[in-house]
């Protein structure tokens, strides 16, 4: 495993965090927890110790696991890394009735790396507002929290100024190689290195859309490569190759994709890209801003939807439907693989997963465009 140094605190981190927010799902739809504390535990014994979790996380059950998991010596070898949920937070009052809450699902007396989760205009208006930093910081006197930092939706002028109102001990932000201008970006992760802030990257295959059903054209640009790699490892070894990227979170669902990834983090040229291998990745992130119509992560910050419409697994399909020329399977498949009540054609236009969306995406024009093409 390839570890990197946290600036502010000298805390050795793996290169590769495991991001406890797609735990493997079973049949009836609840999280599979016995192959999930397999999976942790299995990731900390081959080298992973940076857990990444947070209050909303498969409704909270991520929490619960993850503390489960660490139990029988696996705590010691493991940074925690938890969020306050700041979109919920209406009162001073609230920050520790959060944090106590997590630290009892969590089952242990300090969470090593506690975030202000999701930091947009709003969030940060309430950071302020209900003295957010500074109950933190007496939480962290009290050693309930070891470092204090935050994650961040929203524009690069608001990134700069939250960096520069406090001296954050870390900080996370989305990036890969499609999303360089995107939220903080490449700008931001230089300019929280200048300042000394180790950065935790989110979002490295995009929620898999730089792995998963990679469009033809995409394809054959990386058969075209000297070396052949699955695109999965192009992606990591563009975020790996920047040096102030101090560990790169990826939420795996299967024990075949941890295995695939502590391989892949384990090899010392991973960091490594060649100004050919550089130039094949700039030209896959072109074609990709071309092809995909919207930018969903399937964080699921738009869940659950009111009237029940699964926002972000049909914006996939919708994507998909834009990158794949049409392909009429990915019509079949959205009518037939998810109950009706599901569909787009459900939305009252509420409102209410804009309101949420970290990449405040249009989801009530996403929807309507979703009925044109696929008639529901």
């Keep these: 495993m390839l570890y990197r140094n946290f600036q502010t605190t000298g805390d050795k981190v793996s290169l590769l965090g495991l991001g406890a927010m797609r735990f493997p799902m079973t049949k009836d739809g609840k999280v599979d927890e016995a192959e999930s504390i397999r999976m942790i535990r299995h990731a900390i014994d081959s080298g992973i110790n940076y857990v990444d979790t947070a209050y909303t996380y498969h409704g909270g059950t991520s929490e619960v696991i993850v503390g489960k998991a660490l139990k029988d010596g696996y705590r010691e070898r493991t940074?925690?890394?938890?969020?306050?949920?700041i979109w919920l937070v209406k009162e001073e009052a609230d920050v520790r009735k959060f944090f106590d809450e997590q630290i009892q699902r969590l089952d242990v007396n300090c969470i090593d790396m506690y975030l202000i989760h999701c930091i947009d205009k709003d969030g940060w208006e309430v950071t302020k507002k209900c003295r957010v930093i500074e109950i933190l910081e007496e939480l962290k006197a009290e050693g309930k929290i070891g470092r204090i930092g935050f994650s961040f939706h929203d524009e690069l002028s608001l990134f700069k100024e939250v960096i520069d109102a406090y001296d954050w001990e870390f900080?996370?932000?989305?990036l890969n190689y499609v999303d360089v201008n995107f939220q903080?970006?490449?700008e931001g992760l230089l300019y929280a290195n200048a300042k000394g802030i180790p950065v935790v990257i989110m979002e490295p295959l995009k929620g898999g859309r730089l792995s998963d059903a990679v469009p033809p054209v995409v394809q054959k640009l990386w058969d075209q490569a000297s070396v052949k790699r699955a695109p999965a490892e192009w992606a990591f070894k563009w975020v790996a190759s920047h040096p102030d990227v101090a560990t790169i979170l990826s939420g795996m669902s299967t024990m075949e994709q941890l295995d695939q990834n502590l391989e892949l983090f384990s090899r010392e040229d991973l960091p490594v890209l060649t100004d050919e291998e550089n130039a094949l990745i700039a030209q896959a992130a072109d074609l990709y801003r071309?092809?995909?119509?919207?930018?969903?992560t399937e964080c699921k910050y738009c869940q659950p939807c009111p009237n029940g419409v699964l926002i972000p697994r049909i914006i996939r399909y919708y994507n998909d439907w834009c990158a794949y020329e049409h392909n009429p399977k990915l019509k079949e498949e959205y009518l037939v693989w998810q109950d009706e009540s599901e569909h787009a054609s459900n939305c009252i236009k509420c409102g209410a997963c804009e309101e949420h969306c970290p990449q405040h995406l249009p989801v009530m024009q996403i929807m309507d465009e979703i009925v044109e093409a696929f008639g529901r």
């Design 171 to 174: 900080c996370q932000i989305q």
């Design 184 to 186: 903080a970006g490449m």
């Design 290 to 296: 071309t092809l995909i119509k919207y930018p969903c």
């Design 79 to 85: 940074f925690i890394a938890d969020k306050l949920p």
